[in-house]
C-alpha cells in the first residue's frame, strides 16, 4: 500500500512539472514571438521615416503572385522577378504555399532601408529563413540579375511565417503572428493570435 501511495505521489509530481514546464516554455515563445513583432515594428517605422511610406500595401490573403513577373505593371508590391528553387527552376504559383508571401516581401523591403536593415538583422537568426514547413528552401531571381537569392521570411517561435497586413486608410501596418496553435483567425475574433495592434 505504502509502495501504490508512493508511486502515485511521485506520477503526479511528474505530471505536475510536465505542465509546468511546458507552460514556462510556451510563455518564452510567446515572449519572444511578441519582442520580434515589436522588433519588426521599429524597423517598419524607420522604413517609414527613411522613404516618407510604409514598405507595401498588402491584405489578408497577400499571395506570391504579387512577387511575379505576371503582376500589372506599375503594382508597388512587386519585385519584378520569379521565385526558384534551389537549382534556378522558375516555380509556378501552384508549387508553393502563398502563406509566406507577405513575410518575404517584409524581409525583402525592411532589408532595403538601412536603418531597418540593422534593426531586422538583430532577430534572433533561428527565425529568419527561406525553408517552407517541408524544409524545402525557396530563392528570388530578379528581372535582369543572374544572381540567385534565398526568398527569406521571418517566422514566429512556432515555425508559422508571421503576416504583415496594410491596407488604405490604416495609421500603421498590423504584423500577426498565427500564436501556438500555427492558425490565423480568419475573422479577427479573440483567438491565440499574437498581433502588434495588442502589443
Known amino acids: 500500500m505504502e509502495v501504490l501511495v508512493a508511486v ?102 525592411l532589408n532595403k532601408c538601412p536603418v531597418s536593415k540593422k534593426i531586422v538583422n538583430s532577430i534572433n537568426i533561428s527565425l529568419i529563413t527561406n525553408k517552407d514547413n517541408k524544409n524545402r528552401e525557396y530563392f528570388f531571381v530578379f528581372t535582369g540579375d543572374p544572381v540567385v537569392y534565398p526568398l527569406r521570411h521571418i517566422i514566429d517561435s512556432w515555425k508559422t511565417p508571421l503576416r504583415y497586413t496594410y491596407e488604405q486608410g490604416n495609421n500603421f501596418p498590423v504584423i500577426t503572428s498565427a500564436g501556438p496553435n500555427g492558425r490565423f483567425d480568419p475573422n479577427d475574433a479573440y483567438t491565440d493570435d499574437i498581433s502588434s495592434r495588442k502589443l
Open 8 to 109: 502515485t505521489i511521485m506520477a503526479i509530481l511528474a505530471a505536475g512539472l510536465y505542465f509546468a514546464g511546458h507552460y514556462v516554455e510556451t510563455q518564452a515563445k510567446i515572449k519572444l514571438t511578441e519582442s520580434t513583432i515589436e522588433t519588426l515594428a521599429a524597423a517598419i517605422d524607420e522604413y517609414h521615416d527613411f522613404y516618407g511610406k510604409f514598405p507595401f500595401k498588402a491584405g489578408k490573403y497577400y499571395s506570391r503572385t504579387h512577387l511575379e513577373p505576371a503582376i500589372t505593371a506599375g503594382d508597388p508590391n512587386g519585385l519584378g522577378g520569379n521565385v526558384t528553387n534551389k537549382a534556378g527552376t522558375v516555380l509556378l504559383a501552384a508549387d508553393y504555399n502563398d502563406v509566406y508571401a507577405s513575410s518575404e516581401a517584409m524581409y525583402h523591403f
